[in-house]
């Protein structure tokens, strides 16, 4: 499996900013998924990331909240914009390379909004 | 589009006992069924999947049953253990897209030693 990190852990964040979120991976991937798992909630997933292309993004999440960037097969960011309590979750990066492959998470963003 | 529900949202066994966590899914379309494991403070780990060419997939412990005309699917844990102790998530998609996975709501489940 791949070697995935994610920063920072964890920050506290004010009401009306904005966060980005860093994900490296140790080996090249086709594609990057950024989920979001609310407290005590399940996953689901925000939005694909493509190398050289814009992220698609699934029903709920729009680019000017969540914008992401993938500017090469092993980076990917996700910003959380104009932040309020409800973004408090944690951001997972994940990495699949299609096919038959598996779907791994990275460890994990928690943010909270005060 | 996709929906998962998963049952039960809690469950408690005795060490040793066996679990079977259940799911069911809506899109007939779907042909690829992972099951992750989520310790507290931690990332979600595979533990086990399953294609819907296969009725059945066992590694040690843990098995994963699926029936298509049902469209429902099954982690069983045997002689379960402490360290089993974490939320069990299922999660359906297709086998093009690995990466696209609708997940039901978790299952917590605690082993009594």
């Known amino acids: 499996s791949a070697v995935i990190s994610q920063k920072p852990s964890r920050d506290i964040c004010q009401r009306g900013t904005s966060l980005t979120i860093q994900c490296q991976v140790d080996?090249?991937?086709?594609?990057m998924f950024w989920y979001r798992q609310q407290p005590g909630q399940s996953l689901t997933l925000i939005a694909t990331?493509?190398?050289?292309?814009?992220?698609?993004?699934e029903s709920g999440f729009v680019i000017d909240k969540f914008p992401i960037s993938r500017p090469n097969l092993t980076f990917s960011t996700l910003t959380v914009s104009n932040m309020s309590p409800e973004d408090s979750s944690i951001y997972l990066c994940?990495?699949?390379?299609?096919?038959?492959?598996?779907?791994?998470f990275g460890s994990g963003t928690q943010l909270s909004v005060l | 589009g996709e929906n998962v529900e998963q049952h039960p949202s809690t469950l408690s066994v005795q060490e040793g006992d066996s679990a079977v966590i259940k799911c069911t899914y809506s899109?007939?379309?779907?042909?690829?069924f992972p099951w992750y494991k989520q310790e507290l403070g931690k990332r979600p780990q595979l533990i086990i999947d399953?294609?819907?060419?296969?009725g059945e997939k066992k590694d040690q412990r843990i098995a994963v049953t699926l029936n298509k005309t049902a469209k429902h699917f099954s982690l069983h844990i045997t002689e379960t253990q402490p360290e089993d102790s974490a939320v069990y998530f299922c999660?359906?998609?297709?086998?093009?897209?690995?990466?696209?996975?609708?997940f039901g709501q978790g299952t917590t489940l605690q082993v009594k030693p």
């Open positions: 899109d007939s379309a779907s042909n690829y």
């Open positions: 994940s990495v699949g390379t299609g096919g038959r492959e598996k779907l791994f």
């Open positions: 399953i294609r819907s060419n296969v």
């Open positions: 999660a359906a998609g297709y086998s093009s897209n690995t990466g696209k996975l609708i």
């Open positions: 990331a493509n190398q050289g292309s814009e992220a698609t993004y």
């Open positions: 080996s090249q991937v086709t594609m």
